[in-house]
Protein backbone atom coordinates (compact mmCIF):
# COMPACT_ATOMS: atom_id res chain seq x y z
CA UNK A 1 0.00 0.00 0.00
CA UNK A 2 1.38 3.30 -1.09
CA UNK A 3 2.26 6.12 1.68
CA UNK A 4 -0.84 8.68 2.02
CA UNK A 5 1.74 10.46 4.73
CA UNK A 6 2.61 12.84 1.69
CA UNK A 7 -1.41 13.93 1.06
CA UNK A 8 -2.60 13.59 4.74
CA UNK A 9 -3.49 16.79 6.04
CA UNK A 10 -3.60 17.54 9.60
CA UNK A 11 -5.12 20.68 11.60
CA UNK A 12 -2.71 22.85 13.80
CA UNK A 13 -3.30 23.26 17.17
CA UNK A 14 -1.85 25.10 19.73
CA UNK A 15 -0.30 24.03 23.08
CA UNK A 16 -3.87 24.58 24.61
CA UNK A 17 -6.04 22.17 21.79
CA UNK A 18 -7.02 25.07 20.38
CA UNK A 19 -7.13 25.20 16.21
CA UNK A 20 -5.31 27.68 14.64
CA UNK A 21 -6.58 27.52 11.43
CA UNK A 22 -3.48 26.41 10.27
CA UNK A 23 -3.93 23.15 7.80
CA UNK A 24 -0.62 21.76 6.80
CA UNK A 25 0.41 17.55 5.06
CA UNK A 26 1.30 15.43 7.38
CA UNK A 27 5.04 15.19 6.14
CA UNK A 28 5.53 18.91 6.44
CA UNK A 29 7.61 20.16 8.85
CA UNK A 30 5.54 22.06 11.82
CA UNK A 31 6.53 25.54 13.39
CA UNK A 32 7.39 26.06 16.92
CA UNK A 33 4.24 25.67 19.36
CA UNK A 34 2.24 24.22 16.71
CA UNK A 35 1.02 20.34 17.22
CA UNK A 36 -0.69 17.44 15.81
CA UNK A 37 -3.46 15.57 17.56
CA UNK A 38 -3.10 11.86 17.79
CA UNK A 39 -5.08 9.20 19.09
CA UNK A 40 -4.67 6.36 20.93
CA UNK A 41 -7.50 3.93 21.36
CA UNK A 42 -7.35 1.27 24.21
CA UNK A 43 -10.03 -1.51 24.17
CA UNK A 44 -10.57 -3.35 27.33
CA UNK A 45 -13.11 -6.24 27.34
CA UNK A 46 -14.59 -7.97 30.41
CA UNK A 47 -11.95 -9.87 31.80
CA UNK A 48 -10.02 -6.52 31.93
CA UNK A 49 -7.60 -7.59 28.84
CA UNK A 50 -6.32 -5.40 26.43
CA UNK A 51 -6.43 -5.49 22.84
CA UNK A 52 -3.18 -4.44 21.36
CA UNK A 53 -1.96 -4.99 17.79
CA UNK A 54 1.42 -5.67 16.42
CA UNK A 55 2.77 -3.38 13.96
CA UNK A 56 3.91 -4.06 10.63
CA UNK A 57 7.54 -4.97 9.85
CA UNK A 58 7.79 -2.45 7.06
CA UNK A 59 7.08 0.19 9.15
CA UNK A 60 9.47 2.70 9.69
CA UNK A 61 9.10 3.28 13.68
CA UNK A 62 9.17 0.45 15.86
CA UNK A 63 8.34 -2.06 12.92
CA UNK A 64 7.22 -5.49 14.77
CA UNK A 65 6.23 -4.44 18.41
CA UNK A 66 3.46 -4.30 19.91
CA UNK A 67 0.73 -1.36 20.81
CA UNK A 68 -2.45 -0.44 20.87
CA UNK A 69 -4.42 0.91 17.68
CA UNK A 70 -4.32 4.71 16.98
CA UNK A 71 -2.75 7.50 14.34
CA UNK A 72 -3.30 10.80 13.28
CA UNK A 73 -6.59 13.36 13.91
CA UNK A 74 -7.00 14.69 9.72
CA UNK A 75 -8.11 18.03 9.36
CA UNK A 76 -11.58 18.68 9.87
CA UNK A 77 -12.01 15.07 11.84
CA UNK A 78 -12.51 15.27 15.53
CA UNK A 79 -10.94 13.03 17.84
CA UNK A 80 -13.62 10.46 18.53
CA UNK A 81 -13.93 9.79 15.17
CA UNK A 82 -10.41 9.17 14.62
CA UNK A 83 -10.33 6.81 16.88
CA UNK A 84 -13.18 5.06 15.68
CA UNK A 85 -11.44 5.35 11.93
CA UNK A 86 -8.25 4.01 13.39
CA UNK A 87 -9.43 1.10 14.95
CA UNK A 88 -11.49 0.35 11.81
CA UNK A 89 -8.40 1.09 9.41
CA UNK A 90 -6.03 -0.62 11.56
CA UNK A 91 -8.06 -4.16 12.30
CA UNK A 92 -11.73 -4.08 10.41
CA UNK A 93 -13.45 -3.91 13.71
CA UNK A 94 -16.19 -1.65 14.10
CA UNK A 95 -16.54 -0.16 17.83
CA UNK A 96 -19.69 1.23 19.44
CA UNK A 97 -19.27 5.26 19.36
CA UNK A 98 -21.35 5.39 22.82
CA UNK A 99 -18.79 2.42 24.73
CA UNK A 100 -16.19 4.95 24.53
CA UNK A 101 -14.61 7.35 26.94
CA UNK A 102 -11.59 10.07 26.15
CA UNK A 103 -9.76 9.66 29.45
CA UNK A 104 -6.92 11.76 29.01
CA UNK A 105 -5.24 14.23 26.60
CA UNK A 106 -2.01 16.13 27.06
CA UNK A 107 0.63 17.25 25.31
CA UNK A 108 3.82 15.48 24.16
CA UNK A 109 6.51 16.63 21.79
CA UNK A 110 5.08 17.96 18.97
CA UNK A 111 1.65 15.77 19.89
CA UNK A 112 -1.60 16.64 21.77
CA UNK A 113 -2.74 12.81 22.42
CA UNK A 114 -6.19 11.92 23.15
CA UNK A 115 -6.51 8.77 25.23
CA UNK A 116 -9.54 6.75 24.36
CA UNK A 117 -10.86 4.08 26.74
CA UNK A 118 -13.59 1.46 25.18
CA UNK A 119 -15.28 -1.17 27.07
CA UNK A 120 -16.46 -3.49 24.45
CA UNK A 121 -16.78 -7.13 23.86
CA UNK A 122 -14.72 -7.74 20.35
CA UNK A 123 -14.56 -11.09 18.81
CA UNK A 124 -11.00 -10.76 17.28
CA UNK A 125 -11.66 -13.84 14.90
CA UNK A 126 -13.79 -11.46 12.75
CA UNK A 127 -10.49 -9.20 12.16
CA UNK A 128 -8.99 -8.03 8.77
CA UNK A 129 -6.31 -6.44 9.39
CA UNK A 130 -4.15 -3.75 7.45
CA UNK A 131 -1.26 -5.08 6.03
CA UNK A 132 0.58 -1.91 5.85
CA UNK A 133 -0.47 -1.37 9.38
CA UNK A 134 -0.71 -4.28 11.82
CA UNK A 135 0.49 -7.57 11.46
CA UNK A 136 -0.98 -9.28 14.59
CA UNK A 137 -3.59 -8.88 17.33
CA UNK A 138 -4.41 -10.14 20.52
CA UNK A 139 -5.69 -9.64 24.14
CA UNK A 140 -2.80 -9.21 27.02
CA UNK A 141 -3.53 -8.17 30.51
CA UNK A 142 -1.84 -5.61 32.15
CA UNK A 143 0.75 -7.77 33.77
CA UNK A 144 1.14 -9.33 29.98
CA UNK A 145 2.12 -5.45 28.30
CA UNK A 146 4.27 -4.62 31.42
CA UNK A 147 6.47 -7.79 30.69
CA UNK A 148 6.48 -7.32 26.99
CA UNK A 149 7.33 -3.31 27.94
CA UNK A 150 10.29 -4.62 30.07
CA UNK A 151 11.08 -7.13 27.46
CA UNK A 152 10.98 -4.46 24.60
CA UNK A 153 7.99 -5.83 22.64
CA UNK A 154 5.92 -3.43 23.03
CA UNK A 155 6.14 0.46 22.01
CA UNK A 156 7.20 2.77 24.59
CA UNK A 157 6.19 6.01 23.15
CA UNK A 158 3.53 6.57 25.98
CA UNK A 159 4.27 7.99 29.19
CA UNK A 160 0.99 7.35 30.67
CA UNK A 161 0.81 3.84 30.36
CA UNK A 162 1.39 2.99 34.00
CA UNK A 163 -1.29 4.90 35.07
CA UNK A 164 -3.46 3.22 32.74
CA UNK A 165 -2.56 -0.25 33.47
Given at each position: MADTSEIELLDM???????????????????????????HVWIKNSDNKFLITKR????NFCPDMWECP???????????????????????ITLTPDKGELISSFTEGDYLKDIWLFNEYIDIKNAVLQESET????????????????NREFVLYVKYIYDLL
Open positions: YDKNGNKTGIIRKRSEPMEDEEYHRIVSPEKGGFVVSGEESAAAALREVKEETGCGIKFASKDDIVKMIG
